[in-house]
């Protein structure tokens, strides 16, 4: 009794197989920091595109039309 014991303990209990390296930590930086930093990269962009545009639509009011929207956001 005590041996089917012990087997079904062993089969129960086994070891779990070693964790993989994490790619973060252990992966080749300049990929890993270009795949971070590429989304940031698109939103400024985006955010800077969009201040040229709106620059250019409030440049035919006239330049205090422009001195105010820069007053209210700076960009």
């Known amino acids: 009794m005590p041996s089917s014991i012990d087997n079904l ?9 070693p ?14 920091l270009i795949r971070l930093a590429l989304p940031t990269v698109v ?5 800077t595109l969009l201040s040229v545009a709106e ?3 409030v440049s035919a009011l006239g ?8 007053l209210v956001c700076p960009s």
């Open 55 to 57: 620059t250019y639509f």
């Open 19 to 32: 964790s993989p390296l994490n790619p973060l930590l252990h992966g080749p930086l300049l990929s890993t």
């Open 43 to 47: 939103v400024l962009f985006m955010t």
């Open 9 to 17: 303990a062993g089969s129960i209990c086994l070891p779990s197989p």
């Open 63 to 70: 330049m205090d039309a422009i001195a105010a929207a820069s």
